[in-house]
């Protein structure tokens, strides 16, 4: 059964490396979200935009609010049973330095 919840995130504020054990959709009901993904990309959703973080820790990424007011989420989770529905991880060695993963 999933696992919904609201989430917010005051300007300045991120989520932290992480992945998900389960699929998470989900839609911005204000603000801008800022995501770095695993590859380096960086997607920017805003209100009114939806998305899906595929789970497993090939897929870890960061949430951040880079701008002035509170970036307000809906989640969905789809964790599989006695699972957490997040993953802290390290920050990627490749996302401190200005040449992205895999020096690109």
Not at 14 to 28: I, K, L, M, N
Not at 61 to 70: D, F, I, M, S
Not at 78 to 83: E, F, H, I, M, Y
Request: proline share 12%; aromatic share 4%; charged share 15%.
């Amino acid at each position: 059964m999933p696992v919904v919840q609201t989430i917010t995130l005051p300007p300045g504020a991120e989520t932290g490396w992480h992945y998900h054990p389960g699929r998470v959709d989900v839609v911005v009901l204000s603000g801008t979200l800022t995501r770095t993904l695993y590859d380096g990309r960086v997607e920017v959703s805003r209100a009114g935009d939806s998305l899906v973080e595929e789970a497993g820790p090939v897929h870890v990424h960061v949430g951040r609010n880079l701008g002035a007011e509170p970036v307000v989420l809906i989640a969905s989770y789809a964790a599989p049973p006695g699972r957490p529905l997040a993953v802290p991880v390290a920050e990627p060695v490749w996302s401190r330095s200005s040449t992205g993963p895999a020096g690109s």
